[in-house]
């Protein structure tokens, strides 16, 4: 007799509601601005290898240190098309898998606890402390592993369920073998966790063989033997490559060294670390929301909307969708054993990181490392719930609660890289419009980048070298960004030295030369400067850094900049999309390589062109183009003009100003009346002779 269709469709729905229910509890968390994403960090090194080096890049690229996580990403690349909206919708779909596979791997370990696990699905769906998922190319693959190792877990739970049957469990461990070496040997963030299966299996048989201790330990060393050995694989392997690798094992020469302080170090770190994970984590969410709000303006933020929407979405599913759960639920006291499990789980997680001398926890950019203590985060913290709170509704709003700290903390986090992903855009197109090429082996210098946080020197040059010389596909790097003020500064001899400048980035290799450096400065507003002739922009004084910026420009070589290319350099749109040319920086960089060019007249109708569009300067540096150019044209009424209006806007800055005069009166063919004026300038400024080595 068939079923009537009402009830497949009914059947249906429930099983894919609660998938459902997460894709769209990760798109409100993680996806509502992915279209706006970009590349950060490493994912500019890994789009460098690839553009120079095809599928073979990758094998380069992680040579030194996780040679076979280059598979995954051959593959993978040439589906995304180097699109960084792609790669965040990819970043989002694994998300998804992942969150998926976890729930499914917590029911088929533990059968009958749909609500528990429910929870701590939801918790570690959007679990605040982990902050690195909009390095979409590099922890979408990470994603990817994490799905194997839980994988393993399923396939270990089939082979324990066909215990009877010989053939069935030995492929279902064979399959959990396979995906356990999938999800750990391309690289080691889950090496902790999967020791974790030992307490897992312990808990199965202990709940299976309840007074049959003998019998149950024996059926765990047997399923544990086969993952036992991909660990011991796993480790003779790492650790015969400690020396070849970039990440050493470097907790193993302290413990020689020092035994005991060591170990002493190592329990009160990892007792740091865990409670950051779990209490700390969710405390910043909180804080760094209650730090957004005014009270008398909560109401029209956004922010405040998505909140109250995802509470509500999270509140209404968890009522109306656990109540038939809830009668079929263990008793509270029942699940108190997942409160040792889940610490011991975080305490195993750490083991990968410490072994490479790393720290773990919420600071930047230490928060990477929870990916590995979520899942001992979350089965804590149900845990918890479930053994102190008798309240259904209570835990159904704490959980709530929970979930919508965290979708508003991603907000802000998704925000600020949206942020950081413009404010680079804006790097690279007001150096295109200002610097239309750029000398093979000139080493690009600055300090206080404003978007350190998430671009490095070494990334930086990934993406200067596919902007400037993106047609170079040899194993070399024509340029290299350096940022001063950090520990690159330790292998750049001195700036005018002469000496050579050679950097080797992952096989990729460069050479330079201290003479030729291009210094540029980025300020927290306005436009990008390129630095020269000794001049400090105004936002850089009293910063810690003012003598070095000084130093920089100085040194900047403005001749490395060829002015007039057969082709000027266009950022590639499938990276930074189309270039925003209307605002004042593109006018202004404009501008000054018309100076550089000594086009004085092209100068000033560039001013008045900003101006007729109703662009104007924001600092002291974007006026002076203009008031050079006036002087250099001989018009010294208009230039002491503009001169007078700057006293009266910028009366502290302008006092700063002696290394601009200077240079203008070092240049050639200026004006007589205008070398005059310039002179009773630099008199009033009381300004010594300064030595100029480099001019417009």
Same mark, same amino acid.
Not at 235 to 246: E, Q, V
């Given at each position: 007799?068939?079923?009537?269709? *009402? $009830? ?9 509601? =609660?998938? &459902? %229910?997460?894709?769209?509890?990760? @798109? +409100? /968390? ?47 690349? *040439? $589906? ?9 919708? =990819?970043? &989002? %779909?694994?998300?998804?898998?992942? @969150? +998926? /596979? ?48 839980? $994988? ?20 279902? /461990? ?523």
């Amino acid at each position: 007799m068939l079923k009537p269709k *009402s $009830l497949d469709l009914r059947k249906c729905w429930k099983r894919i509601q =609660f998938p &459902l %229910f997460l894709l769209l509890l990760i @798109v +409100l /968390t993680f996806g509502l601005q992915s279209f706006r994403q970009g590349y950060y960090l490493d994912d500019w090194y890994i789009i460098l290898f690839k553009e120079k080096l095809g599928s073979s890049g990758f094998l380069r690229y992680f040579s030194q240190d996780r040679p076979l996580e280059s598979y995954p990403y051959i593959f993978i690349m *040439s $589906l995304m098309n180097d699109s960084p909206v792609l790669w965040a919708f =990819f970043a &989002l %779909f694994m998300r998804w898998i992942l @969150v +998926l /596979t976890f729930w499914k791997t917590a029911n088929r370990l533990f059968p009958k606890m749909e609500k528990i696990w429910l929870w701590a699905t939801l918790l570690f769906a959007v679990y605040p402390g982990f902050k690195f998922h909009w390095f979409s190319i590099m922890f979408s693959i990470f994603y990817v592993f994490f799905v194997f190792v839980l $994988l393993s877990y399923i396939f270990m739970s089939y082979a324990i369920e066909y215990r009877n049957n010989p053939r069935r469990y030995a492929l279902w /461990t064979l399959l959990g073998v396979i995906f356990l070496a999938l999800g750990i040997f391309p690289q080691e963030y889950f090496f902790g966790l999967e020791i974790s299966r030992l307490v897992v299996l312990c808990a199965i048989h202990a709940r299976n063989h309840p007074k049959k201790w003998k019998q149950a330990l024996k059926l765990v060393l047997l399923d544990w033997l086969p993952y036992l050995l991909v660990l011991i694989s796993f480790s003779i392997y790492r650790y015969s490559h400690r020396d070849t690798f970039a990440y050493r094992i470097s907790l193993l020469d302290r413990l020689i060294s020092y035994p005991l302080s060591t170990l002493k170090e190592l329990v009160l770190q990892s007792v740091i670390s865990v409670y950051q994970g779990l209490v700390v984590a969710w405390k910043l969410a909180f804080i760094n929301l209650s730090a957004v709000f005014d009270s008398s303006t909560s109401f029209s933020n956004p922010l405040t909307w998505l909140l109250l929407f995802g509470f509500l979405f999270v509140a209404l599913y968890l009522y109306w969708f656990t109540r038939k759960i809830n009668r079929d639920s263990p008793d509270r006291w029942d699940v108190v054993w997942l409160l040792p499990i889940g610490l011991v789980m975080c305490f195993l997680s750490l083991i990968p990181f410490y072994a490479g001398g790393f720290p773990v926890g919420t600071s930047w950019p230490w928060n990477r490392f929870l990916l590995a203590m979520m899942p001992g985060i979350v089965v804590f913290i149900v845990g918890l719930l479930e053994t102190t709170i008798p309240w259904n509704w209570t835990k159904v709003a704490i959980i709530a609660f929970l979930c919508t700290i965290s979708i508003g903390s991603h907000f802000l986090v998704s925000n600020e890289f949206v942020s950081y992903w413009e404010a680079q855009k804006q790097l690279f197109w007001q150096l295109s419009w200002r610097v239309p090429n750029i000398k093979t082996g000139t080493t690009l210098v600055t300090a206080e980048l404003p978007i350190a946080q998430y671009y490095s020197g070494p990334t930086l040059t990934g993406a200067i070298n596919l902007i400037y010389a993106g047609e170079n596909k040899q194993e070399k790097i024509d340029y290299y960004v350096a940022l001063m003020d950090s520990n690159q500064a330790e292998s750049i001899p001195e700036l005018g030295s002469g000496e050579a400048i050679d950097y080797n980035l992952r096989g990729l290799e460069f050479s330079g030369n201290s003479n030729e450096v291009l210094a540029f400065y980025m300020p927290p507003n306005g436009c990008i400067q390129i630095l020269s002739n000794g001049m400090v922009p105004s936002s850089a004084r009293g910063t810690e850094n003012e003598a070095l910026i000084a130093q920089l420009s100085r040194t900047s070589n403005l001749s490395t900049i060829i002015l007039d290319p057969l082709q000027p350099v266009r950022l590639p749109a499938k990276y930074f999309g189309v270039e925003d040319t209307m605002q004042w920086c593109y006018f202004y960089q404009k501008a000054d390589l018309a100076l550089q060019l000594q086009e004085w007249q092209q100068v000033i109708d560039i001013y008045s062109e900003a101006e007729k569009k109703h662009f104007s300067p924001s600092n002291l540096e974007e006026n002076l183009p203009k008031v050079e150019a006036w002087f250099m044209l001989g018009e010294s009424e208009n230039a002491l003009m503009e001169w007078h209006d700057l006293e009266k806007q910028f009366p502290v800055e302008i006092l700063e100003t002696c290394p601009y005069v200077q240079k203008i009166l070092d240049t050639k063919n200026i004006p007589l009346e205008s070398r005059t004026v310039l002179e009773d300038i630099s008199l009033g400024l009381k300004c010594e002779n300064l030595s100029i080595t480099n001019d417009h």
